[in-house]
């Protein structure tokens, strides 16, 4: 072991597992416990994230995991869902919130006045944040796009633009405020979820755990597609 050869004599590693977005990532989770042997400390209490952002963030875990599977017959289905259950237990329906702030917001039409809405709300925000990007847009790169006009809008507020499929980047990171552009298909998936998902469709629907737990204060969800 590395960290042994340099004299280390710990290691504390922290991790949610449903942010490691490959398909069979409880089958390595359970083998890397079974290698390691580690001491594992059960985290519960969520000082970092607001509650009305991190239970409604946890209600879209929830329902990709009940609604989404790789297999379509229904015994595969159920030994599925157990072998997501114990870490189900710990990461979502173990968590509380101290903050009980915060606000969700999900918008479906009028998209150009609630995203110029949305950015004019932050920019007025008197505990701003300088010592790191304040704002972070994912947007759907495939089916929506951030438009310029909007690219316009935040310019100057020192926020950060990724696609969904940087999924790598964003996961351990911290933003005061979310938001998120999501394709009406990508959005379908989340909700409806789909039984027989491939490893893209599992990791594209999975990666919104990782999405929508990195604000601090406020999620802001717009569904559209490409103009």
Same mark, same amino acid.
């Given at each position: ?8 004599? *710990? ?39 607001? =509650?009305?952002?991190?239970?409604? *963030? ?13 297999? !379509?017959?229904? =015994? ?45 709300? !932050? ?8 010592? #790191? ?36 980047? !964003? ?18 998936? !989340? ?5 027989? *998902?491939?490893? =893209?469709? #599992?990791?594209? =629907? ?13 999620? *802001? ?7």
């Amino acid at each position: 072991m590395l960290f042994r050869s340099v004299g280390v004599r *710990a290691l504390v590693v922290a991790l949610d597992p449903f942010q490691w977005v490959e398909r069979r990532v409880y089958e390595r989770f359970n083998e890397l416990i079974d290698l390691f042997e580690p001491q594992i400390y059960q985290l519960s209490v969520c000082y970092r994230q607001s =509650a009305n952002v991190g239970l409604k *963030a946890l209600e879209y875990t929830s329902r990709i995991l009940d609604e989404t599977s790789p297999f !379509i017959l229904d =015994a595969k289905i159920e030994e599925h869902k157990k072998s997501i259950d114990p870490l189900r237990e710990i990461c979502v329906e173990g968590v509380r919130f101290v903050d009980d702030s915060g606000r969700f917001r999900l918008y479906e039409e009028s998209l150009d006045d609630s995203f110029e809405g949305e950015i004019n709300r !932050i920019r007025s925000r008197d505990d701003l944040w300088r010592h #790191w990007h304040p704002l972070l847009i994912v947007h759907d790169s495939e089916d929506f796009p951030i438009p310029n006009k909007w690219r316009e809008l935040t310019r100057g507020l020192n926020s950060v633009l990724k696609s969904i499929e940087d999924i790598s980047s !964003i996961r351990g990171c911290e933003y005061q405020e979310v938001i998120l552009l999501v394709g009406i298909k990508t959005w379908n998936l !989340i909700s409806n979820g789909v039984l027989g *998902a491939t490893s =893209a469709d #599992w990791k594209r =629907a999975i990666s919104f755990h990782t999405l929508m737990t990195r604000p601090k204060d406020s999620l *802001a969800i717009f569904i559209g597609s490409q103009e």
